[in-house]
T-cell receptor
Framework: ETGVTQSPTHLIKTRGQQVTLRCSSQ?????VSWYQQALGQGPQFIFQ???????GRGNFPPRFSGLQFPNYSSELNVNALELDDSALYLC?????????????FGAGSRLTVL | AQSVSQHNHHVILSEAASLELGCNYS??????LFWYVQYPGQHLQLLLK??????LVKGIKGFEAEFIKSKFSFNLRKPSVQWSDTAEYFC?????????FGAGTRLTVKP
């Protein structure tokens, strides 16, 4: 089975720009969750998508948005980038709607905002 | 507010020493608890989980954790660590699709 893949692995943006991060879920999984991990901290929940609909959201502003596609892959979009958005963005997939399902993580996309 | 806290930021042990990493949670209602591990250069992966039942749960590689409801704790233990256990360990809790991770504990095992 294929794991969770994320792209790009690294990217640099300037303040005010917009970014799109992509995630392919593990084969057989239909739920995708996104996390932001700042340096020295644990992952923080951004939102979760189940069957193309948002199924929970953490404490992130509306400029963080997402999509899930029919093949269960997903995108995270961040508008109006701020310096504090610099972080590792992790995608995790799972099967089923319940938040307690075990997550399979990707390697992450490291975003630097200058 | 729901939260998970890990008190040890960096733990250094010699091989064969016993390990206990602390995790406390603050959740209203039912909570499911996890320990995830990230080995150097690898993705986060599940170590063990607690949903209900026996409060002592066993995971991979000889790790175990005990859910103590009265103490709001879910500490991770291993009787004898190996150099290959060097990694970052994250405790996490989830309730109603809101999963919270602790800040992580970096474990360094000296050969």
């Amino acid at each position: 089975e294929t794991g969770v893949t994320q792209s790009p692995t690294h990217l640099i943006k300037t303040r005010g720009q917009q970014v799109t991060l992509r995630c392919s879920s593990q084969s057989g999984h239909n739920t995708v969750s996104w996390y932001q991990q700042a340096l020295g901290q644990g992952p923080q929940f951004i939102f979760q998508y189940y069957r193309e609909e948002e199924n929970g959201r953490g404490n992130f502003p509306p400029r963080f948005s997402g999509l899930q596609f029919p093949n269960y892959s997903s995108e995270l979009n961040v508008n109006a980038l701020e310096l504090d958005d610099s972080a590792l963005y992790l995608c995790a997939s799972s099967f089923g709607r319940a938040g307690a399902n075990v997550l399979t993580f990707g390697a992450g996309s490291r975003l630097t905002v200058l | 507010a729901q939260s998970v806290s890990q008190h040890n930021h960096h733990v250094i042990l010699s091989e064969a020493a016993s390990l206990e990493l602390g995790c406390n949670y603050s959740y209203g209602g039912t909570v499911n608890l996890f320990w995830y591990v990230q080995y150097p250069g690898q993705h986060l992966q599940l170590l063990l989980k607690y949903f209900s039942g026996d409060p002592l749960v066993k995971g991979i590689k000889g790790f175990e954790a005990e859910f103590i409801k009265s103490k709001f704790s879910f500490n991770l233990r291993k009787p004898s660590v190996q150099w290959s256990d060097t990694a970052e360990y994250f405790c996490a809790g989830v309730n109603n699709n809101d999963m919270r991770f602790g800040a992580g504990t970096r474990l360094t095992v000296k050969p």
